[in-house]
């Protein structure tokens, strides 16, 4: 385990337990029910930030690095890394709290980026960050 391993990195944003009906043949939680965790998560944060809509424009890298068993309770960690004009980049973290022994693994990591959105879905301004 490198020292990036060590500890999540951002604010816990989503926690769901990994049920059977998430998994494949092969007993592990479909990699695709845990990007779409993540994208749920980049969107809380993102909007929570922009005060608005916000939409997925990007994943700009997806490493999985152990797999999500069922029965494991996967917590999504988000962190803010830049807020442009009208879109916002994310390192996003999926942990796991293993069933039988709390120990808790790094599983998936991720850049998104999300873009805030007007009523009629286009890109809209990101206020400045304030202090409330």
Known sequence: MDESDAMPKGELTVRIPAMPADANANGD???GWVVS???LAAGIRAAERSRGR????????LVFKKPVKIGDTLCVYTAIDKVGRTSITLSIEAWTQRRTSRVEAKV???TFVMVAIDDDGRPAPIPAETLD
């Open 29 to 31: 939680i479909f990699g």
């Open 37 to 39: 965790q993540m994208d």
């Open 54 to 61: 916000v939409a997925t424009v990007a994943i700009n890298a």
């Open 108 to 110: 998936t990591e991720g």
